[in-house]
């Protein structure tokens, strides 16, 4: 029996928490700082993700076994790193990446340069900074239209740009390189358009062997049709119909074995998830960047569909013994609609008070972005519930989930009614 600490506070965590609940193999269940889902599940700690010492403190405070990571930010500012130096936490079992792995996802180059060393198929691109601007330039100048810039650093899912015309590609890049996003765009990646239809593609590694989880689709924009603003996820849907049998043997056999062995071979210790955003060009998987995580709102979906032990894999995954653990998954569809705050990805207001999560029958409601206030559950963040539900099909999973998303009420609320619409 374990005592186990997730690491973050949104939709991915709840959904996380909802599984290992689950686990015979669970004691206790603490997540920091959590929300107002994830404390009916276990016990949320008022303690920051990239708090550092009061983590520490929590951990030898709540006798936690193991730690799992939620999100990319501590990763990236090296929380595995902490602790596998640190004299009285190290015999705690931590799933996910040490700092530089995490660089898979922390930067965009990093991740390029990687693909480039170990063959694996993605999209022609260049790094560009303020010193080498000009050959920026006439890199663009060889691409056909739509343009690609991404800032290289973590910009929470919004520094990536799809531009139609040469002369905004350049403006653009300009606009980056000088301060558009803070810190992340000091190094711009200009990518070749990739044409195709997109899926989500996670395994779970030890650093040597990996188990390959469900697949998910997850829909970026705010608009329906995939117009407008791109947001963190406005719903997602798994599995995916036209990542079949020979698109995944491909996917193993392309892009996530020889990731998992360059990481190898380039000594990265590497434990935890690889999330793979794939693009289908004509059902040639391509590589558009890499997560160090689960992906969210796909996690919502995915985590439905994994009936084996949760915990099983994460000690698994922790310890190296991955190749000796199984998993098993759910047949059925399971579908996400998130619902978000009115304004959103824009400016939107917190605390609206959120009522109706007590009709809610046959889906469950994963928090993403709420709190407790006097008493009642309120909006805290800019995508606030995830209504996840299971079909015998796509078409029965969605009339569930939207049935559900039409009962929970608060100022403002707004949630994509297409999904599935491309599928």
């Known amino acids: 029996m374990m005592n186990i600490l997730i690491v973050g506070s949104g939709g991915r965590e709840h959904a996380m928490a909802w599984k ?31 708090d550092f010492e009061g983590l520490k403190k929590a951990v030898l405070d709540n006798q936690i076994d193991l730690v799992l990571v939620g999100p990319e930010v501590p990763l990236c500012a090296g929380l595995h790193d902490f602790f596998s130096t640190d004299e009285s936490l190290k015999n705690v079992l931590v ?82 390189l000088g301060g558009q996003f803070g810190a992340a765009s000091s190094k711009v990646v200009i990518e070749e358009f990739l044409s195709g239809i997109e899926c989500s593609v996670f395994a779970i590694t030890d650093g040597k062997d990996y188990k390959i989880l469900p697949v998910a689709k997850d829909y970026k924009r705010i608009g329906e049709g995939d117009t407008g603003l791109n947001t963190g996820g406005m719903g997602a849907i798994s599995p995916v119909p036209f990542a079949g049998e020979v698109f995944m043997q491909k996917v193993e ?27 289908s060009c004509a059902g040639e998987p391509m590589v558009i960047e890499y997560n160090v995580r689960m992906g969210d709102p796909e996690t919502e979906a995915v985590m439905l569909r994994i009936k084996s032990d949760f915990v099983d894999l994460l000690v698994g995954a922790a310890e190296g013994t991955l190749a000796q653990k199984s998993i098993e998954i759910d047949h059925r569809t399971a579908v996400t609609v998130m619902l978000v705050s009115g304004g959103y990805p824009g400016d939107y207001e917190k605390g609206k008070v959120i009522s109706g ?47 559900n998303a039409g009962r929970i009420e608060f100022e403002g609320i707004y949630y994509r009614k297409d999904l599935g619409f491309d599928l």
């Open 253 to 279: 056999d392309r892009i996530i074995r020889p990731t998992v062995e360059g990481l190898q071979k380039d000594a990265i210790l590497y434990n935890g998830f690889i999330f793979f955003g794939l693009i």
């Open 95 to 176: 799933v996910g990446p040490h700092q530089l792995g995490a660089q898979l996802e922390g930067s965009k180059d990093f991740a390029k340069e990687f693909m480039m060393r170990h063959q694996i198929p993605t999209a022609k691109y260049l790094a560009v900074t303020s010193e080498n601007l000009e050959e920026g330039l006439s890199f663009l100048k060889t691409l056909n239209s739509p343009y690609v810039l991404k800032a290289d650093g973590l910009a929470a899912g919004k520094g990536v740009l799809i531009l139609s015309e040469p002369e905004e590609a350049e403006q653009s890049l300009k606009e980056m």
């Open 357 to 403: 999560l007590d009709k809610v029958e046959d889906s469950i409601a994963f928090h993403a972005g709420t709190s407790f206030k006097n008493g009642n559950v309120c909006t805290d963040g800019g995508r606030v519930i995830a209504v996840s539900s299971y079909g015998e099909n796509m078409k029965e999973a969605l009339a569930c989930s939207y049935k």
């Open 20 to 50: 290992i609940k689950q686990s015979p193999k669970l004691k206790q269940l603490f997540i920091a700082p959590g929300n107002a889902g994830t404390s009916l599940l276990g016990t949320n700690l008022p303690v920051g993700v990239t």
